[in-house]
């Protein structure tokens, strides 16, 4: 992946760098020094917890699979905090006010990113699980365990209609994907939500302190991180109308966050006990549902090679 094919990767860089310059050791080595700095329980907590928007993805993608417990919609009231990320076009004004979940993940406490030398040659399948979870060393009663085959199974699912995936294990495998999806000659660039300000606090009221701005964007790939030993991105795309925006938040403690958001235009085929539904209280294909993404996913959007400064 040649650098210069990078626009604004001021975040991607560091990524970029720890791929290329990382040290020639064995994966395993790695990830077992890594795991070892952190105490067990952060590790799970910042590595193995299921990630809400997940939860959604695989929703969307078959209902029967997806064993989470919140989407029981005679328990309207009792929405899980960690849900607190969707919101409808309806909202999308300044001033709005509304209750947001942001995960914020202390980045040294997650699992390293692997150089793709190092990923490929780890099996990654659910055929393999016994394997891999020997190789980690985890327990098969243990939540690491639980995660690991959680998300191969995630990454194993069949795509939706319409929707094409891939769970990325190493950066390099992450941009071929984008690649593959804007095609090999397009410039594209990468958006995350940025956290403006440091705190604790994950769940407030926020308030859309200026107009919501829409980013243009043809086609994109949005990659979340999954729970699993070393760094997994289940990245995919859709056909249909999306509309992907940066908004500017205040939290009630005065929190600055950057968000970027999605707002998916037609939900006609989404399972009507998506959690989306539930938090919103709406049904499938009426009204556009958008959500919050976590700092730690990414979402790739092409760039049209007249605006791109750097050719
Ligand atoms: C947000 O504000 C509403 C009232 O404006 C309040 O009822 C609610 O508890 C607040 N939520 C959070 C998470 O602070």
């Not at 942001?102 to 390293?112: A, E, L, T, V, Y």
């Not at 199974?153 to 992450?174: N, W």
């Not at 509309?243 to 998916?264: F, S, Y």
């Not at 549902?289 to 400064?309: E, G, L, M, R, Y």
């Amino acid at each position: 992946m040649g650098g210069s094919t990078m626009t604004s990767c001021f975040l991607l860089l560091p990524l970029l760098l720890l791929v290329m310059f990382g040290e020639a050791r064995q994966a395993f080595s790695e990830i077992e020094e890594k795991n070892k700095q952190i105490e067990l329980n952060d590790h799970i907590e910042a590595t193995f917890k299921p990630k809400p928007i997940i939860k959604m993805v695989t929703k969307m993608a078959n209902d029967h699979n997806s064993h989470d417990t919140h989407s029981s919609s005679s328990h309207m009231d009792h929405i899980n905090p960690l849900l607190r990320v969707f919101f409808t076009i309806n909202d999308l004004k300044q001033g709005k006010k509304l209750p947001i979940y942001f995960p914020k993940r202390d980045p040294s406490k997650s699992p390293p990113l692997l150089p793709k030398e190092q990923a490929d040659p780890i099996p990654f399948s659910l055929k393999k699980l016994p394997q891999i979870l020997s190789y980690f060393s985890y327990p098969s009663n243990s939540p690491q365990a639980q995660a690991v085959k959680e998300t191969l199974e995630q990454c194993e699912l069949k795509p939706i209609k319409g929707e094409t995936k891939f769970c990325a294990t190493s950066m390099e495998s992450m941009v071929n994907f984008v690649r593959t999806a804007f095609g090999p000659k397009t410039h594209y660039e990468v958006l995350t939500t940025s956290h403006l300000t440091k705190s604790n606090v994950h769940l407030q009221n926020y308030t859309f302190i200026e107009a919501p701005k829409e980013i243009a964007a043809p086609r994109l790939v949005a990659c979340h991180t999954m729970p699993y030993a070393y760094a997994v991105y289940y990245c995919h795309y859709q056909e249909g109308d999306n509309n992907v925006l940066k908004i500017q938040l205040e939290g009630e403690n005065g929190d600055r966050v950057e968000a970027l958001a999605i707002c998916h235009m037609d939900t006609s085929q989404w399972s009507p006990s998506h959690p989306s539904f539930q938090v919103l209280k709406i049904q499938p294909g009426t009204i556009p549902v958008c959500h919050f993404f976590p700092a730690d996913d990414f979402v790739w959007i092409p760039v049209p090679t007249s605006n791109s400064k750097l050719y």
